[in-house]
């Protein structure tokens, strides 16, 4: 089957300017330019690598995917509360769940509707903020914080 060869120049007509990696158009015509949050640092940090090692190393399989019979490979490490909704220190103080890719985008979109989804043998169970502050807020004098 034939295919269209990559263009890499704008897709602006005349333009020759090289596109962004984003879309089909340079800057200079809508072209997008990835940036990185200030936030997405937090995911470099040795606390963080650590955190998520852990939690891989200990549910390898996606806890959404076993609590409904299906064995998929986990590849996200998930914040059931989301810290970008309830502050930076919920990023470390936090419960965390290992998730397949389409389970945790299916998750971060529950988000948008202030659902906080945890998966446990039990099944699925929706979470409010009411509930960090219930469950890993009192912890944290107890436990050094991290659940």
């Known amino acids: 089957m034939p295919f269209a060869p990559f263009n890499d120049k704008c897709g602006h007509l005349g333009c020759k300017n090289p596109r962004s990696k984003l879309n089909g158009f340079c800057i200079e015509h809508g072209g997008k330019q990835y940036t990185i949050k200030e936030s997405d640092s937090k ?7 650590s955190i998520r090692n852990r939690q891989l190393s200990l549910q390898p399989l996606c806890q959404a995917c076993l609590s409904r019979g299906k064995i998929e490979a ?74």
């Not at 039990?122 to 991290?146: C, M, W």
């Open 74 to 147: 986990a590849k996200h490490v998930d914040h059931v509360f989301p810290w970008r909704q309830i502050g930076d220190h919920a990023f470390l103080h936090n419960i965390f769940q290992s998730l397949c890719p389409p389970c945790h985008s299916y998750k971060t979109g529950q988000e948008k509707h202030g659902n906080f989804l945890m998966w446990s043998h039990d099944g699925e169970e929706s979470l409010t903020e009411h509930d960090y502050r219930t469950r890993i807020v009192p912890n944290q004098a107890f436990s050094g914080g991290i659940n």
């Open 43 to 49: 995911y470099k940090t040795p606390a963080w690598k």
